[in-house]
């Protein structure tokens, strides 16, 4: 009888011996790394970052697919219905995994049920900047010009609902004034029409708009978050104007639900050793993003309160999609 017990457990366990062992060594083959929005906004230029690293960690490619439209929520979706192997992974952000689900509870995805988290990549603000045929130089300058030509003033985002549009939204709440919003399908988009002047102003990613502010392409006027940029030091905060105001972005990894734990972990303890790399350090410092990589269960935690926190600004402001 005991001989037969041993006979069944050592059975089982070459069962799963496989499959234990192909996790351990994930990946075997190539990984598809989707980014939800269109190439040369910054989602897309952390993602490849992050992809060119973990080919190099991995020994395996890391390919970037983008698959933009809705605000993010394409991608989203297409990863949340991917096999759920670690094979297809998504670079999710603050706009597909808070600030969307806050605003919009339609979306075809549950940005806390549908997927795993993996780790936070980065951290950024977003910024304030105009096209230079605007007169005004500094925030309180912007409000003025704002309050003297109400209605008159449009900003740009990469999408009705996202972290860039709200951003616009709550700077018209705090300073009373009213401008028209102009939605694109993304970053890129957006920033080619201030960059033409077909729009005046967009609140967005740091890591998108500095090297043209850098250029003299366009002009900073404040950065959204608490504290300033080390890397844009004289730009002051729009909270020194506006007490509170903060509109922070970030972006992390995501799997869909489902994914085996061990790889999960694999990838997240890799992601965070190739995020202290300090060429990937630098050169996320360089776009205005601070690397941010943290374990499964602290991302998971960091989404859930980063929802929690724009369904009460949603609230309070009585925000709703058109």
């Not at 980065?122 to 030509?149: C, D, G, W």
Request: net charge positive; aromatic share 6%.
């Amino acid at each position: 009888m005991m001989l037969s017990r041993l006979a069944v457990l050592l059975s089982c366990a070459s069962l799963l011996s496989p499959l234990s062992h192909a996790q351990t060594d994930f990946p075997q083959r190539m990984v598809h790394l989707v980014v939800p929005f269109p190439a040369g906004g910054a989602t897309d230029v952390m993602a490849r970052l992050l992809a060119q690293k973990l080919t190099t960690a991995w020994g395996q490619p890391v390919v970037v697919e983008n698959k933009a439209g809705a605000t993010g929520a394409i991608g989203s979706v297409f990863v949340a219905k991917a096999v759920p192997d670690g094979y297809t992974i998504l670079m999710g952000t603050a706009s597909t995994h808070s600030v969307s689900p806050a605003v919009n509870p339609n979306l075809p995805y549950n940005n806390l049920k549908d997927f795993v988290p993996i780790s936070l990549v980065a951290t950024f603000p977003n910024m304030l900047v105009v096209h230079p045929s605007v007169p005004a130089k500094t925030v309180p300058e912007f409000i003025q010009y704002l309050r003297t030509n109400p209605g008159k003033v449009n900003f740009a985002s990469s999408g009705t609902g996202g972290s860039v549009h709200l951003a616009g939204e709550l700077f018209k709440l705090a300073t009373k004034t009213e401008m028209v919003h102009i939605p694109y399908k993304g970053s890129s988009e957006a920033l080619n029409q201030l960059l033409g002047g077909q729009v005046q102003s967009v609140f967005d990613n740091m890591t998108t708009v500095w090297p043209h502010v850098q250029a003299g392409r366009l002009r900073a006027l404040g950065v959204a978050g608490l504290t300033r940029s080390s890397e844009a030091p004289d730009v002051p905060t729009i909270a020194e104007t506006l007490p509170g105001f903060e509109a922070n972005s970030w972006v992390g990894l995501f799997a869909p639900t489902g994914t085996p734990a061990a790889i999960i972990n694999k990838m997240s303890a890799d992601t965070q050793r190739v995020l202290k790399d300090p060429d990937i350090v630098q050169r996320l410092a360089r776009l205005g993003a601070a690397a941010s990589g943290n374990d499964p269960e602290v991302f998971g935690a960091f989404v859930r309160k980063d929802t929690e926190k724009w369904r009460g600004v949603v609230s309070a402001a009585g925000i709703k999609l058109e």
